[in-house]
């Protein structure tokens, strides 16, 4: 059960609603590339538009360095995200100060506000209370449905919570429902799939996921660096070296759950025309590297995937940005797809894997945050959603 309030616990109805959105969506030249994000937003908007509310939305959009760049203006999210919806969508070029007062001010019930770039102000990855403040004082009510934001503790995520009535969005919802479930009561078989570059990003997630799952089945980059803590030599592969003594308590906590790749593929370079060999898990040669995981760990992984009632899945099983490499994880997201389990997806490259494949519409939840998602995993109170408002 979600126990946080959302927008259809208290009244909208005409009401000025700011709501913190994640729109931090990739823009080549000015155009919105995946529009993901703002679409999974539109349930909350068109609800509120519904009510009759004022629709103030702000965002962060990249990584600006705590000033104004105009490469990552909001502008073109404001302008596509007009083209969705039958309402006016007006943009505003600061997110607090008298540009954005004066907009809030005129902005008419039915129709949208998008504020400018939260991030093009310092104070806001400090979760300054002033700047808090000033976004607050642009409307009645603060709506959280940032759930990709929500694990930082920010003026527009956590802050301005402590000046308005705050609660939850549709997607925060949802978002947290699907994660909440497998973390709090999953059904079982429950097989966790962590792959990515890095052990040392995921070491709180595979941590808790042994003890909450029942295989955490590992691919990747990561795995290099178990290889590694193991005593096998891994050639010129990606490895970290500061994190061997936790990769290897890892494996010793881990002991009948932890999977590691049985085989691998090899490169002699690290680029897509490379030439390649498969081999067993074991010393890699010097002057080559292991680029993605070989066809008996795609067997033995698939099959415990096609018996699980929930799976999990973070982080790409290769380079798979080389399509020579790609087959470790695209052959992952097909037994995800298929298995036919409660199948969560988070981290952009696992669902963009499993976009490509076109196997998306099999997927029970595809996450829009993949930092957010990696900390609910880890069991971590995310700050965003600590500060709404209980049910
Ligand atoms: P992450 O952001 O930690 O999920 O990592 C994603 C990145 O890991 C992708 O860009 C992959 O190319 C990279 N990756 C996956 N497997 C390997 C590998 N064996 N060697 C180097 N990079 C890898």
Redesign the pocket.
Known sequence: MFAKKTIKDIDVTNKKVLVRVDFNVPIKDGVVSDDTRIRAALPTIEYLLDKNAAVILCSHLGRPKDCVDLQYSLKPVAEYLGTLIPQKVLFAEDCIGPVAEKAAQALENGQVLVLENTRFHAEEKKNDPAMAKELASLADIFVNDAFGSAHRAHASTAGIADYLPAVAGFLMEKEIQYLGQVIEDPERPFIAIL????VS??IGVIRNLLQKADQVLI??????TFFKAQGYPVGD??VEDDVLDVARELVEQGSNKLRLPVDMVIADK?EDDATQKTMPTGPVPDGW????IGPETVTAYAKEIAGAKTVVW????????FPNFAKGTFAIAKAVAESGAVSIIG????VSAVNKSGLADKISHISTG?GASLEMLEGIELPGLAVLQDK
């Open positions: 792959g990515g570059a890095k990003d995921k691919g990747g980059g990561m795995a290099n592969s990606l690290f590297r292991i680029l993605d973070n982080g790409p099983m290769g380079v798979f940005e981290g952009g490259d696992s993949g």
